[in-house]
């Protein structure tokens, strides 16, 4: 027996020795493949990491920076993958928001609230321009269900036909970006000037309860944020899940040769129809996340300069890069909060001067420097180890 024990002893140190490194070869390809190693490590920074380090107010900002996110992720389906490049996702952003927050003035414009108005029941910008009955279209937004079936459906539907005109006549390309550009420049003209029906160019305001839980305290705050990481997480993972699939190949293969896969029998157009679709129902989910989030909803998300700047976000975190445009979406708008509390005169210029460095200095965006620089890095020390 005494024999037996420095054998067993030494066939055990090996064993151990080669577990050790295994989980250090698995931990490297799970940080460095294309699993989900990302999204893990970005579900810990933003449901661990952030409420724990952030107090209930920057929490909130932080919150709203997740709902740009979700635009983010949407054009990196319809760009880095789809080839689609949309110039005017804060339209579908700003629908998004308009369905919540036309549920959410409603409710706070019940007879009782708003009995010193001329007209109570109806929102108070109706009444200051004069109107004296709900327009039948604001009606059904009475139900919370038709108001979350608008958020997803409205967008998808102006998304569809817009697509479906286009790419049919096999329009693409800049023109495409352009067309995006003045329905956006339409659709924010149309707001503001409808001011009766939208709130015009103050939006719709003093939001303040979902189903009666008051929406504005910090108790509030904290679950919506929770809920819109969640569901920013499940876009992410759903998103993933198409780019591993048969039809992630396929947008893949639209967005480089696209008249192969045409000549090959697939319906191109449909393809992109149906990544413009799944940007727009992405930003109109964070939209709709805004509102709750902030408590207000206005034409100044939905033109011409926040559509850009929504695609800035995918640029610099890297346009075929789920988890990074996250990334991108984040730091650009704690960028553009710190210099424009730093340096309130010359925010603009420094935001304008980060993005042309961002861009030359990293092309492919914060994703392209992961794979550059973290991912041989990471290889080199598990070479080190290994070794």
């Known amino acids: 027996m005494d024999q037996l024990n420095p054998?067993?002893?030494?066939?055990?140190?090996?064993?151990?020795?080669?577990?050790?490194?295994?989980?250090?070869?698995?931990?490297?390809?799970?940080?460095t493949g294309d699993g989900y190693g990302s999204i893990v490590v970005l579900a810990l920074l933003i449901l661990v990491v952030f409420p724990l380090a952030l107090d209930v107010f920057r929490l909130n900002l932080m919150g709203k920076y997740l709902t740009y996110a979700f635009v983010a992720v949407g054009l990196v389906m319809a760009w880095g993958y789809g080839g689609v490049l949309s110039l005017g996702q804060g339209v579908f952003f700003g629908l998004g928001g308009y369905c919540m927050a036309m549920f959410l003035k409603l409710e706070a414009s019940d007879p009782i609230s708003t009995k010193i108005q001329s007209t109570p029941g109806i929102p108070d910008f109706m009444d200051w321009n004069q109107l004296t009955a709900l327009p039948f279209w604001w009606k059904p937004f009475h139900s919370l269900p038709f108001a979350l079936a608008a958020v997803l459906a409205v967008p998808c539907a102006l998304a569809f036909v817009v697509g479906f005109a286009m790419f049919k006549r096999r329009v693409g390309g800049v023109y495409f970006a352009i067309i995006t550009q003045a329905v956006a420049l339409i659709l924010s003209v149309l707001i503001i000037g409808q001011q009766g029906y939208t709130g015009g160019v103050n939006g719709i305001t003093d939001l303040r309860t979902l189903?009666?839980?008051?929406?504005?305290?910090?108790?509030?705050?904290?679950?919506?944020y929770f809920v819109n990481a969640v569901l920013l997480l499940v876009a992410i993972v759903c998103c993933r899940q198409i780019q591993r699939s048969k039809l992630g190949t396929l947008l893949l293969a639209m967005?480089?040769?696209?008249?192969?896969?045409?000549?090959?029998?697939?319906?191109?157009?449909?393809?992109?129809?149906?990544?413009?679709?799944?940007?727009?129902?992405?930003a109109a989910i964070g939209g709709a996340m805004?509102?709750?989030q902030v408590g207000f909803m206005s034409p100044s998300f939905v033109g011409i300069v926040p559509s850009i700047e929504m695609v800035i976000y995918a640029a610099v975190g890297g346009r075929m890069s789920l988890v990074g445009a996250v990334y991108g979406a984040v730091l650009v708008n704690?960028?553009?909060?710190?210099?424009?509390?730093?340096?309130?005169n010359l925010w603009l210029f420094l935001m304008a001067a980060l993005?042309?460095?961002?861009?030359?200095?990293?092309?492919?965006?914060?994703?392209?420097?992961?794979?550059?620089?973290?991912k041989p890095w990471l290889a080199r020390l598990g070479a080190r180890s290994a070794s």
Do not use: Q
């Open 334 to 344: 704690l960028g553009k909060t710190w210099f424009s509390e730093s340096f309130p």
């Open 7 to 31: 054998s067993a002893g030494a066939s055990v140190a090996p064993d151990s020795a080669a577990g050790r490194a295994g989980l250090r070869h698995a931990l490297k390809r799970w940080l």
């Open 255 to 282: 967005r480089d040769k696209e008249d192969r896969v045409r000549f090959s029998g697939y319906d191109v157009a449909m393809f992109k129809v149906f990544a413009f679709c799944i940007a727009a129902v992405l």
């Open 290 to 292: 805004f509102t709750l």
């Open 211 to 224: 189903l009666g839980w008051d929406i504005r305290g910090d108790g509030a705050k904290l679950i919506l």
């Open 355 to 374: 993005f042309i460095g961002v861009v030359m200095a990293f092309p492919n965006g914060l994703a392209g420097l992961y794979d550059s620089h973290v």
